[in-house]
């Protein structure tokens, strides 16, 4: 309802239109410049406030509000980290560009499969960007950052589906991903800087998001069933086997 309203409120076209592109456009450019001028706190602020329409409906609509925005949240606080830690001026640019693909192209979409795919990428990005960034910290830091993320993503992606236990869904894969997390966060392990749990999270996530997404439109059969199975089963065979389990990162 929140999305169908802010859908209508939005211009579509004429000069509106190109003024709204315009301040979407310069919120990449701005965090651009902040982290270039390392002050990447402010940077941080920036991209909060930019989401201070959540605010702007009387209190009892806020945790809504904030739920509702959290993966465009999660998105833009990973892409600082991201611009933190590159390694040349461009690459940090390159960064800025995909912000503003996300906010011009894949943020303002209404669509089923392109809600869930905006779920999924906020689950990968934030995910990333959490262990680049604090690998180092503490284990419960990590367990309650990372459930807290995937059910924010997971709640993004059964809204879309008008899930009618949405709230349990979610609740079962942030403890999933709570659970990983602590469980592999004493073999911190990290495959030419993808780290393991990521790995894993994803591997599963897009694999069962795939599952419930063609079973609702009533396209799951039992071989893509069996075929999806079997992918999921074989990366963490895969994982657990080939790696070194040793207290070091590889």
């Known amino acids: 309802m929140i999305r169908l309203l802010l859908s209508k409120i939005k211009p579509v076209t ?24 390392n002050f990447v706190g402010l940077a941080l602020i920036i991209i909060v406030l930019s989401k ?19 993966v465009d949240i999660m998105v833009g606080l990973s892409v600082v980290v991201f611009m933190v830690h590159a390694q040349s001026v461009l690459m940090q640019f390159m960064w800025a560009l995909l912000y503003g693909v996300w906010l011009i192209f894949i943020k303002p979409a209404t669509g089923t499969l392109m809600i869930a795919v905006q779920a999924l990428i906020s689950q990968t990005v934030t995910l990333m960007a959490l262990f680049l960034a604090w690998a180092d910290a503490p284990l419960y830091g990590l367990v309650f950052m990372a459930g807290l993320i995937c059910y924010l993503a997971a709640h993004h992606f059964f809204d879309s589906f008008d899930e009618p236990y949405v709230k349990l869904l979610s609740y079962l894969w942030g403890y999933f991903a709570a659970a990983l997390t602590w469980l592999l966060g004493h073999w911190l392990l990290f495959y030419r800087g993808i780290p393991q749990p990521l790995l894993l999270m994803t591997a599963i996530g897009y694999g069962l998001a795939t599952l419930y997404y063609l079973d609702h439109f009533e396209r799951l059969n039992n071989t893509l069933k069996r075929q999806f199975v079997f992918i999921m089963i074989a990366i963490v065979i895969v994982v657990i086997i080939f790696s070194d389990w040793g207290d070091k990162v590889v």
């Open 52 to 70: 201070w329409r959540m605010f702007a409906v009387r209190p009892r609509f806020w945790p809504a509000n904030i739920r509702a925005n959290a």
């Open 14 to 37: 004429g000069f509106a239109y190109l003024l709204h592109l315009g301040l979407l456009l310069l919120l990449p450019l701005i965090v651009f410049v902040l982290v270039r001028l």
